[in-house]
């Protein structure tokens, strides 16, 4: 415990220190401008603050000079301040006094001392100038831009506000010359993390680290003295288009070291690889059947790409689509980022591939046909395509039905389609055959009427006269219709019983001619006709009597060859005119 000092005693001391100060008052006649004081706040006001130096007269400083606090200044009575004196006496017999530039010399001494010391400043960005930047450390000074970071700093700007410390490499008093480095600082405080880091880096080390930069390619972390690259194929096992999608400098990461070049003082990084291969568990998770949700995160000429999980991608070929529809590219169908649904087909884990179909989804409507449409069904849709085989016909969205060239009529020589139909005309066929497996819809137009062929054998037997219209001359024979749509075979040698050499003399198309049916075949639909067999019947001779005669070593010559039928005449010379199976597939 301390004694207690005799009242009297501290009277007697008080009474001193006033003398002594007011004989230093007394000595201090002389007021020496630009010199730095100790000053007693006497009163504050809105403009000025009142402080004794201990002069004969009293002070006057600026109110605004002194720090405040919503337009309060942070200064009271009784409070001691350094101040420097502008002028003895102003006319109103009031010393002028700074605080400002008071602390402006007292920041200059300070610094001047910690360059000497080789102190450190501390201080604040606060402006961007040529070739680097304004820092404020209680007076302004400059920060080259290659003294800013251990590496070039593009852009400078996002510093300012920022406070650091900085090692004072150039001060001239005397120019208010001062030129600051944090790179120094910096430098220094890297070798001392070096040395640490360099005791625990090897390959397959896990290590924390800070993203000091970001490229298109990668990240460099900084371990500690010692920067190593993280590949942006590295990062994660799912996709990264750019390292900012993961990263920002200054985020705190943990690495696993994957390659250290001591040599070169290279270090490669991964991310990752600290954590286990989601592919490992991609057999149990996504089972084939399985149905899936996932994102689309990219599209190729072949399918879309869809991230099930991170670092586990399946492939939608654009074959697996859509039942009705077909994708040229699936970007017709889905874009990237979408969500979509899908099942799983196939997993190869080995290969790292799963094969995803997204109609599998839905029902498939091609099942569906046969219950809607059964064989017999009439439909009526609008023509969507022409081909040289036949005609597509519009059943549902997506799914077309074909009228083979063949079914479009019973009578009709079709040659194009085109001859009977325009794209986006409506018609109606019946339905033939429905395939599902095979996504075939097969239809027919001639089906929606009666077979001509079933009544002609009975209408035309053998032996009945006809008139009809010659249509076509060949050099074996003329073509004649006897109804709209069939025609029969007059041969050469059944023109005339004169030898006749040239037909094209004897008929042309469009002559009216009369002519008998002396042979017929419903199967292979063909009629053979005969002008000469009028002429015989005219003269008596039945027309049996006359197929009689007719022998197969009497049948016409062709390429030296005889025809002992008008049934095999016709089967050669019709031949031109038949539908073959082979066009039919």
């Not at 993390?193 to 880096?201: A, C, D, I, S």
């Not at 063949?406 to 794209?423: A, G, I, N």
């Not at 986006?424 to 009427?449: P, T, W, Y």
């Not at 008998?516 to 009597?545: F, H, Q, T």
Request: net charge negative; hydrophobic share 35%; aromatic share 6%.
């Amino acid at each position: 415990m301390e004694p207690q000092q005799n009242p009297v005693t501290r009277k007697n001391e008080e009474e001193l220190s006033f003398a002594d100060l007011l004989n230093e008052s007394f000595a201090r006649d002389e007021v020496i401008e630009g010199e730095i004081v100790s000053a007693l706040v006497l009163s504050v006001n809105k403009d000025f603050v009142l402080v004794d130096c201990g002069y004969k007269s009293e002070g006057l400083i600026a109110t605004n000079e002194f720090p405040s606090v919503n337009g309060e200044p942070q200064i009271k009575v009784g409070d001691r301040v350094d101040v420097m004196v502008e002028s003895r006496e102003d006319e109103t017999g009031h010393m002028v006094l700074s605080k400002e530039k008071a602390d402006r010399v007292k920041v200059w001494d300070d610094i001047s001392e910690a360059c000497e010391r080789d102190e450190v400043v501390e201080g604040t960005v606060v402006g961007r100038v040529k070739g680097g930047l304004q820092v404020d450390i209680g007076v302004r000074a400059f920060l080259p831009g290659s003294q800013v970071d251990l590496r070039p700093v593009r852009n400078l700007e996002r510093l300012i506000g920022e406070r650091f410390q900085f090692k004072v490499i150039k001060f001239n008093k005397k120019r208010g010359n001062i030129v600051l480095s944090r790179r120094a600082l910096l430098e220094k405080e890297r070798e001392e993390k070096r040395g640490v880091t360099l005791l625990h880096l090897h390959e397959g080390a896990v290590m924390e680290g800070i993203v000091k930069n970001l490229t298109d390619y990668g990240a460099f972390i900084d371990l500690g003295g010692v920067d190593g690259l993280l590949h942006v194929t590295d990062m994660s096992w799912g996709r990264v288009q750019n390292p900012s999608e993961l990263f920002q400098v200054g985020s705190k990461v943990t690495v696993k070291v994957l390659k250290y070049d001591s040599e070169h003082e290279r270090v490669s990084l991964g991310m990752k690889q600290t954590q286990d291969d989601p592919w490992l568990k991609a057999q149990e998770l996504f089972p084939v059947g399985t149905r899936v949700k996932g994102k689309v995160v990219s599209l190729t000429d072949y399918g879309a790409f869809i991230e099930l999980i991170p670092g586990v991608e399946g492939l939608i070929h654009v074959s697996e689509m859509s039942w009705t529809k077909r994708v040229k590219h699936p970007s017709k169908i889905v874009n990237i980022g979408d969500d979509v649904e899908a099942l799983v087909l196939d997993i190869d884990q080995e290969n790292k591939r799963i094969s995803l179909g997204m109609k599998q989804v839905e029902p498939n409507p091609w099942t569906l046909l046969e219950e809607r449409y059964p064989v017999g069904t009439v439909i009526r849709g609008q023509v969507r395509n022409l081909t040289d085989f036949g005609i597509f016909i519009g059943i549902e969205d997506g799914i077309d039905g074909l009228v083979h060239i063949s079914d479009l009529s019973w009578t009709h020589r079709v040659k194009h389609p085109s001859e009977m139909f325009q794209k986006g005309d409506e018609v109606e066929a019946v339905v033939l055959n429905i395939d599902a497996e095979n996504e075939r819809f097969s239809l027919g137009i001639k089906q929606l009427h009666e077979d001509p062929w079933g009544r002609i054998p009975h209408v035309y037997p053998r032996g009945a006269r006809v008139k009809g219209k010659v249509t076509k001359v060949a050099d074996f024979g003329a073509f004649v219709e006897i109804e709209p749509g069939i025609d029969g075979l007059c041969h050469v040698s059944e023109f005339s019983e004169d030898h006749i050499e040239d037909p094209y003399s004897f008929v042309k198309a469009g002559d009216e001619v009369e002519v008998m049916i002396i042979d017929i075949d419903s199967e292979e639909r063909k009629i053979g006709l005969s002008m000469k067999a009028i002429s015989k019947a005219e003269k008596g001779v039945d027309y049996r009597s006359y197929l009689a005669q007719q022998k197969p070593s009497a049948a016409p010559m062709k390429n030296g060859k005889g025809m002992g039928t008008f049934g095999e005449a016709f089967k050669d010379k019709l031949s031109m005119n038949a539908v073959s199976d082979k066009d039919k597939e």
